[in-house]
C-alpha cells in the first residue's frame, strides 16, 4: 500500500526556457499565462500520508482477509476501500480488476464513480458560497436556479436549502425516466411545473435528482465558472483531491479507471446520463481522494471547509424513517436517520453518524464517518451488487468494540443472499429515497 503522493512541477533550465521562449515569441507572439497550481497547506500534505502509528481500534488484518473474500464473490469485479481513524488515513487498498478478465489490478490510484455521494460535494459547495455571503440558503430557490419551474410557482416559496434537502415537494425521483431518456436537463427542471405537489415545500421529503441538480446551475451562476471548475477551484484543488473530476472525460482520462459491470460481472457501456447531473452524480476519484474528502468533511481541514459549513451541511433536517426500511438488516443497532443537505445522519448504537450511498449502471459507493471520533470508511466499486454495503457498519462496529455481526453476509454458505442483493439493487441512492416520504422537524427562515 502506498499513502497519497503530490506530484512536483518539472522545471526547465533556465537557459533552455530562454531560447525556447525566443523563438516561439518571434513566430506566433507571447503565450497566455497559464493559472498557478494552487498551494497545498502543509497539514493537508501530511494528512495525505498513510498513518499506521493512529491505527487504534480497527483490526485491519481481520477487514483485509474479509475484503479479500468479498473481492471473490462472483458479483463482484473491483473495489477499493479507505479507512480513516483518528483524523488519519490508516489503510488504503484495492481488490480485483478494472475490468473483469483483464488482470489488470484496482489499486489505490484506480478512479471510480461517486455517483450520489456526490450530492454531499454539491451541498457543501453551496454551503461555502452561503458562508461567503453569496448564496442565501433560507432565500426562494427560484432567485439562484432560472430553470427551476415547480407546480403553482412553488419555486417561490420552496427555498435553497429545500432543494438540497429533498423538499421540493415533487413525487420521488422526478423525470428521472425522461433523463435517461437522454431529455435536456434544463428542460426537465422547467417541466417539473406541469407535476402536482405531494406536499408543500418544506414539508416532506422526497428523493431527487433531476431537481436536486438545480445545485450545479446555482454554483455555476454564483461563481461564473463550469460546475466543474468551480469544485475543482473552491474543494477539490485545496484539499489536494488531484484525480477527482466531475464529468465523464474526467473518468475516461484517468491513468487507471475502473470499467463498469453488471452483477454477472459482464461488461456495460459507460453513458453519461447521471453526468448530465453533476451535482446529483457526478464526481469521480480514486479511494485516497475520497479520504481526503472524509478528513475535510471531519473538520480536518478548516481552512477549505469550515466548521460552520460542516454543521450546516450535516444537521439533521428532515426525518427519513423509510430509510430504516432500506437498511434493516441493520436495524439491530441503527436508530433514527435523518436527511441534511446532500447528507444522511444516522443514530448507531447510541453514536451519531454521517454518510451517504450511491450507484449509477455498473458503480457502488459509500461513505461513513463518526465526526467526533474522527473515524470512518469509504469504499467504491464496479459492479451492481450492494453486497459491500455492510462494511461500513463493520468498521463502526470495530470502533465502537462491539460484538461481530456479518454484515456484508460473507459468511452466509460463503455468499451473500441474492434476495437481498436484489432489493437493495433497487433502492441505491442514485435511483431512489426511500420513498415513504419524511416528517420535516421545525425549520427557520431568516
Same mark, same amino acid.
Given at each position: 500500500?502506498?499513502?497519497?503522493?503530490?506530484?512536483?512541477?518539472?522545471?526547465?533550465?533556465?537557459?533552455?526556457?530562454?531560447?525556447?521562449?525566443?523563438?516561439?515569441?518571434?513566430?506566433?507572439?507571447?503565450?497566455?499565462?497559464?493559472?498557478?497550481?494552487?498551494?497545498?497547506?502543509?497539514?493537508?500534505?501530511?494528512?495525505?500520508?498513510?498513518?499506521?502509528?493512529?491505527?487504534?481500534?480497527?483490526?485491519?488484518?481481520?477487514?483485509?482477509?474479509?475484503?479479500?473474500?468479498?473481492?471473490?464473490?462472483?458479483?463482484?469485479?473491483?473495489?477499493?476501500?479507505?479507512?480513516? =481513524?483518528?483524523?488519519?488515513?490508516?489503510?488504503?487498498?484495492?481488490?480485483?480488476? %478494472?475490468?473483469?478478465?483483464?488482470?489488470?489490478?484496482? %489499486?489505490?490510484?484506480?478512479?471510480?464513480?461517486?455517483?450520489?455521494?456526490?450530492?454531499?460535494?454539491?451541498?457543501?459547495?453551496?454551503?461555502?458560497?452561503? =458562508?461567503?455571503?453569496?448564496?442565501?440558503?433560507?432565500? @426562494?430557490?427560484?432567485?439562484?436556479?432560472?430553470?427551476?419551474?415547480?407546480?403553482?410557482?412553488?419555486?417561490?416559496?420552496?427555498?435553497?436549502?429545500?432543494?438540497?434537502?429533498?423538499?421540493?415537494?415533487?413525487?420521488?425521483?422526478?423525470?428521472?425516466?425522461?433523463?435517461?431518456?437522454?431529455?435536456?436537463?434544463?428542460?426537465?427542471?422547467?417541466?417539473?411545473?406541469?407535476?402536482?405537489?405531494?406536499?408543500?415545500?418544506?414539508?416532506?421529503?422526497?428523493?431527487?435528482?433531476?431537481?436536486?441538480?438545480?445545485?450545479?446551475?446555482?454554483?455555476?451562476?454564483?461563481?461564473?465558472?463550469?460546475?466543474?471548475?468551480?469544485?475543482?477551484?473552491?474543494?477539490?484543488?485545496?484539499?489536494?483531491?488531484?484525480?477527482?473530476?466531475?464529468?465523464?472525460?474526467?473518468?475516461?482520462?484517468?491513468?487507471?479507471?475502473?470499467?463498469?459491470?453488471?452483477?454477472?460481472?459482464?461488461?456495460?457501456?459507460?453513458?453519461?446520463?447521471?453526468?448530465?447531473?453533476?451535482?446529483?452524480?457526478?464526481?469521480?476519484?480514486?479511494?485516497?481522494?475520497?479520504?481526503?474528502?472524509?478528513?475535510?468533511?471531519?473538520? =480536518?481541514?478548516?481552512?477549505?471547509?469550515?466548521?460552520?459549513?460542516?454543521?450546516?451541511?450535516?444537521? @439533521?433536517?428532515?426525518? %427519513? @424513517?423509510?430509510?430504516?426500511?432500506?437498511?434493516?438488516?441493520?436495524? =439491530?443497532?441503527?436508530?433514527?436517520?435523518?436527511?441534511?443537505?446532500?447528507?444522511?445522519?444516522?443514530?448507531?448504537?447510541?453514536?451519531?453518524?454521517?454518510?451517504?450511498?450511491?450507484?449509477?449502471?455498473?458503480?457502488?459507493?459509500?461513505?461513513?464517518?463518526?465526526?467526533?471520533?474522527?473515524?470512518?470508511?469509504?469504499?467504491?466499486?464496479?459492479?451492481? %451488487?450492494?453486497?459491500?454495503?455492510?462494511?461500513?457498519?463493520?468498521?463502526?462496529?470495530?470502533?465502537?468494540?462491539?460484538?461481530?455481526?456479518?454484515?456484508?453476509?460473507?459468511?452466509?454458505?460463503?455468499?451473500?443472499?441474492?434476495?437481498?442483493?436484489?432489493?437493495?439493487?433497487?433502492?441505491?441512492?442514485?435511483?431512489?429515497?426511500?420513498?415513504?416520504?419524511?416528517?420535516?422537524?421545525?425549520?427557520?427562515?431568516?
Amino acid at each position: 500500500m502506498r499513502g497519497v503522493s503530490l506530484e512536483k512541477p518539472h522545471i526547465l533550465g533556465l537557459g533552455a526556457f530562454a531560447l525556447l521562449a525566443a523563438s516561439v515569441l518571434a513566430m506566433r507572439g507571447p503565450e497566455p499565462q497559464k493559472p498557478s497550481e494552487p498551494t497545498i497547506p502543509k497539514s493537508q500534505v501530511r494528512l495525505a500520508s498513510l498513518s499506521t502509528s493512529a491505527r487504534e481500534d480497527v483490526d485491519y488484518a481481520s477487514i483485509d482477509r474479509r475484503l479479500q473474500r468479498l473481492s471473490e464473490q462472483r458479483s463482484m469485479v473491483g473495489l477499493a476501500v479507505g479507512i480513516v =481513524e483518528n483524523g488519519r488515513i490508516t489503510f488504503l487498498k484495492g481488490y480485483g480488476e %478494472t475490468e473483469a478478465g483483464s488482470g489488470d489490478p484496482v %489499486t489505490p490510484d484506480t478512479v471510480f464513480r461517486w455517483a450520489s455521494v456526490s450530492k454531499g460535494v454539491a451541498g457543501s459547495m453551496v454551503a461555502k458560497l452561503a =458562508e461567503q455571503g453569496k448564496v442565501n440558503l433560507n432565500g @426562494p430557490v427560484a432567485s439562484y436556479v432560472p430553470s427551476l419551474k415547480l407546480p403553482a410557482g412553488a419555486e417561490y416559496r420552496a427555498t435553497v436549502g429545500d432543494m438540497l434537502s429533498h423538499r421540493l415537494g415533487l413525487y420521488r425521483n422526478a423525470y428521472d425516466n425522461k433523463l435517461e431518456e437522454g431529455q435536456n436537463t434544463k428542460m426537465l427542471r422547467s417541466s417539473l411545473a406541469q407535476l402536482n405537489l405531494i406536499c408543500a415545500p418544506g414539508t416532506c421529503w422526497s428523493y431527487q435528482n433531476v431537481a436536486y441538480d438545480g445545485a450545479s446551475e446555482l454554483v455555476e451562476g454564483v461563481t461564473r465558472e463550469p460546475y466543474e471548475k468551480a469544485i475543482k477551484q473552491y474543494l477539490f484543488n485545496p484539499i489536494g483531491m488531484a484525480s477527482a473530476s466531475v464529468s465523464m472525460n474526467g473518468l475516461m482520462d484517468s491513468k487507471s479507471w475502473a470499467k463498469p459491470h453488471d452483477a454477472a460481472r459482464r461488461p456495460l457501456k459507460l453513458v453519461d446520463t447521471y453526468y448530465r447531473v453533476p451535482a446529483a452524480g457526478g464526481v469521480n476519484s480514486n479511494i485516497k481522494d475520497m479520504s481526503l474528502w472524509m478528513l475535510a468533511q471531519m473538520g =480536518e481541514m478548516p481552512d477549505v471547509l469550515s466548521q460552520g459549513v460542516l454543521d450546516t451541511v450535516h444537521a @439533521p433536517l428532515v426525518k %427519513t @424513517p423509510g430509510e430504516r426500511g432500506r437498511m434493516r438488516k441493520f436495524l =439491530e443497532r441503527l436508530g433514527e436517520a435523518d436527511y441534511g443537505y446532500g447528507w444522511r445522519s444516522y443514530d448507531y448504537a447510541g453514536h451519531h453518524i454521517v454518510g451517504h450511498r450511491g450507484g449509477v449502471a455498473g458503480y457502488r459507493s459509500l461513505i461513513l464517518f463518526d465526526p467526533q471520533k474522527k473515524s470512518g470508511v469509504v469504499a467504491l466499486w464496479n459492479s451492481n %451488487t450492494s453486497q459491500p454495503g455492510g462494511l461500513e457498519f463493520e468498521v463502526m462496529d470495530m470502533l465502537y468494540h462491539l460484538q461481530f455481526r456479518d454484515w456484508m453476509e460473507i459468511d452466509k454458505g460463503g455468499r451473500a443472499d441474492p434476495s437481498s442483493i436484489a432489493r437493495a439493487e433497487s433502492e441505491e441512492d442514485i435511483s431512489s429515497g426511500d420513498g415513504n416520504g419524511g416528517r420535516v422537524k421545525k425549520r427557520v427562515r431568516s
